[in-house]
């Protein structure tokens, strides 16, 4: 049995697209930490209305985290596992469950942006691989994060 994997993409390029890959992984999964949290401790008048938008957000964070190292896996490579891996990789700070609901909509917001230029970056190493799984994959989360912080603004009344 041969260890050699053939995907058509050289092993520099996989790497490339895995190592771009781990960074959005880290980042999705600190901002489902972060959101599932918040989820927990958001309190006030909008308890009801951001108790549920943070659970569809954090529910389908949940579910993507999987494709994501599933695609990491596909390319030969190992997905980041621990909490000092994912610590090391992310751009996304801890929340704080003391934060009003104002301020958890505001920290939200800008953690979808920098999740989202995260996924630029693996969007650029993948497009330059020629990894059309990986821009796919990468094209879904850039919706997905669009849209979560366009509700996220929407609720504090931004556009």
Known sequence: MSDKIDTGFSEAQRKSVAQEL????ADSYAIYLKTHGYHWNVQGPEFFSLHGLFQQQYTEMWNALDDIAERIRALGEFAPQSASAFGN???ISDGHPDKSAQEMLQDLIRDHGTVLKTIRGALEASDEAGDEASVDLM???LHFHEKAAWM???SLGNR
């Open 22 to 25: 781990s960074k959005v992984l």
């Open 89 to 91: 990789l992310t751009s």
């Open 152 to 154: 996220l603004r929407s």
């Open 139 to 141: 094209t879904q989360r």
